[in-house]
């Protein structure tokens, strides 16, 4: 494990170091640390993979979710978030689940052409697909890549159902074609929101949108006739967890109409980055978070138990659970997201886009 020299910090960020990887043979190490002329682990610069995959629409069978579809025009994320569920998959493409996961981005460009695909198999059922459901469809290569963009072209052509979750105002770019698809209530989009004080997101989501961007990009899409909500998540004692009410009320007043909400769970690598980044950034209060973090899992802060692994347990999670609970029934009362439409799909018989 590689991490930053005494007193340096990465800034723009998450992770500060680059964890070993368990389908590596060989791995860099630093056992012998005083006969290095230079650190191993410099301040990364972003570098682009280009990927031709054969499939892009992915089944989810997940408890926790129920079934649904996802895709992912992204591997890795600039964007940062040091608890982000999705380091732990870059592992498989041979990169680390810290710094490599935000800097050594994988780019599939023939994505939209693999979605066409996929829904004019005859034997395909119209269900909404989720973009993205690991990494953030609206990460900062998606300005250059366009990506994104052709993939809604595809779903606004066939009249096929989508969901979207983003951290980015980017989306607003697409505001003309999200529009295009809300009028036949094709489209459900959740914009995540973890705190509004921008000290934390600063260290915790580098790269992201602020907070008021995120909000404000809520009330474009709602003025804009497009459904969306938000998600509060990931929920992490001791340090933002007593912001529930005022997310929910500020996500309220921009035009909200639902709200989710998960908490925090640290698997594999996760743990390592996610500890080092605490004690880094809050060594007053490390113990008091990574206690109440452990105590969601049955004592540990990785979690694969389905039912509680995105829920927690134990009375501070109950409490979590009713102060979110509260407060949606205070503000978002008797809104909610309009029912998908899935009779518009257009079934084959179309030219390509491409």
Same mark, same amino acid.
């Given at each position: 494990?590689?991490?930053?020299?005494?007193?340096? /910090?990465?800034?723009?960020?998450?992770?500060?170091?680059?964890? !070993?990887?368990? =389908?590596?043979?060989? %791995?860099?190490? &630093?056992?012998?640390?005083?006969?290095?002329?230079? #650190?191993?682990? *410099?301040?990364p610069q972003t570098q682009v993979f280009h990927e031709q995959p054969k499939t892009i629409v992915n089944k989810v069978t997940s408890p926790d979710l129920g079934m649904m579809y996802s895709m992912n025009p992204y591997q890795g994320c600039e964007h940062?978030?040091?608890y982000? /569920?999705?380091?732990?998959?870059?592992? /498989?493409?041979?990169?680390?689940?810290?710094?490599?996961?935000? !800097?050594?981005? +994988? $780019?599939?460009?023939?994505?939209?052409?693999?979605?066409?695909?996929?829904?004019?198999? #005859?034997?395909?059922? #119209?269900v909404p697909i989720s973009v993205s459901g690991n990494t953030d469809c609206y990460q900062p290569l998606e300005r250059k890549f366009e990506i994104t963009r052709n993939i809604l072209k595809v779903f606004a052509r066939y009249r096929h159902p989508l969901g979207m979750i983003t951290k980015n105002g980017?989306?607003?770019?697409?505001?003309?074609?999200? @529009?295009?698809?809300? %009028?036949?209530?094709? $489209?459900? $989009?959740? +914009?995540s929101i973890t705190t509004l004080n921008e000290d934390l997101r600063r260290v915790m989501e580098p790269r992201t949108a602020s907070g008021i961007k995120r909000l404000k990009t809520v009330e474009a899409l709602a003025k804009a006739g497009v459904p969306v909500g938000i998600m509060n998540a990931p929920i992490i004692?001791?340090?933002?967890?007593h912001e529930i009410p005022t997310i929910i009320k500020e996500a309220a007043d921009h035009g909200a109409l639902n709200a989710g909400m998960t908490v925090v769970r640290l698997n594999g690598s996760i743990g390592k980055i996610f500890e080092d980044w605490l004690r880094k950034n809050f060594p007053d209060r490390f113990e008091k978070v990574w206690n109440q973090i452990c105590s969601f899992h049955g004592g540990?802060?990785?979690?694969?138990?389905?039912?509680?692994?995105?829920?927690?347990?134990?009375?501070?999670?109950? *409490?979590?659970?009713?102060? =979110?609970?509260?407060? @949606?029934?205070?503000?978002?009362?008797?809104?909610?997201?309009? *029912?998908?439409?899935? &009779?518009?799909?257009?079934?084959?018989?179309?030219?390509?886009?491409?």
């Open positions: 494990m590689d991490e930053a020299k005494e007193g340096e /910090y990465f800034k723009g960020r998450g992770a500060q170091l680059r964890t !070993s990887n368990k =389908f590596l043979k060989e %791995q860099y190490v &630093t056992d012998h640390i005083e006969g290095l002329d230079e #650190p191993l682990l *410099a301040a940062g978030c040091i982000c /569920y999705a380091r732990n998959t870059h592992e /498989y493409w041979g990169f680390s689940a810290g710094t490599d996961f935000e !800097s050594k981005i +994988i $780019v599939k460009e023939n994505a939209p052409q693999l979605l066409e695909k996929f829904i004019l198999n #005859p034997n395909w059922q #119209p980017l989306i607003l770019r697409d505001l003309d074609l999200l @529009k295009d698809l809300a %009028q036949d209530n094709l $489209v459900h $989009v959740y +914009i004692p001791g340090l933002n967890h540990n802060v990785n979690d694969s138990q389905f039912g509680r692994r995105m829920s927690g347990e134990g009375n501070f999670a109950d *409490a979590i659970h009713q102060l =979110f609970n509260v407060a @949606k029934k205070k503000h978002m009362g008797g809104r909610k997201m309009p *029912a998908i439409d899935l &009779t518009k799909f257009r079934k084959g018989g179309n030219l390509s886009l491409f």
